[in-house]
């Protein structure tokens, strides 16, 4: 059986009536970012902001659409749902504020990063160290939206506990930066391109499978 949890953040799924006018805003600056380091890409040839940005939202597709077809296959609960109050719900714990966020994590990262990528900080390659320390703060945010049940986590391996964290930590973030550092490490646009192109294909044709030819709800 469905936990209260997955009952609830199913509940309204892209229901139209739930967007809030703050949705306005939010999507006005995602969009005035991304124009904006377009802008700055024509100019000087470098593209990897956007790649970044592209990057990591891809990747938070991905974990979204997995997480939905383990509800699916379990009928019981997803790895984390999102039953709290949103603007808009887009999966069983996916919401239009997670998507905005992560829309601009990647270009967070990305002009976080020291010019000359053999920089290290603490020993350690400054690409690697930003995308550990991006990942810790995405888990300690991801904590307090659990204490505060936001977003509710169903499994003892995927909780707020020592083996936990450690779950969340590698699946549920860090590999998006860590996607992100190989895409822009690339030597050439063009395999820029198609690795991003890989990254959205897999989810979408999953969503196609699910959504789309078996009307699964996650």
Sequence with gaps: MPTQASQAALNGLWDLTMIKWYVIPLLAIVIYIYVTEMKK???TGNWNAIFAGL???????FNETWNGWVFH?????????????TALRTMIGWNIEIMFMFAISGIIYYHTLEEKKEVRILGVPNRWFWAIGYSVFCVFVECLLNIGGHLIWEYPFWNLSFGGIWLIFLIGYFHFYVAAILVIGMNTDRRKILAIGLIYSVPIIMNIIGKGIFHWAY
């Design 41 to 43: 890409a024509k100019e």
């Design 55 to 61: 990057t990591v939202f891809g990747m938070d597709f």
């Design 73 to 85: 296959f379990t009928n019981h609960s997803a790895f984390w749902t999102t039953p709290g109050d």
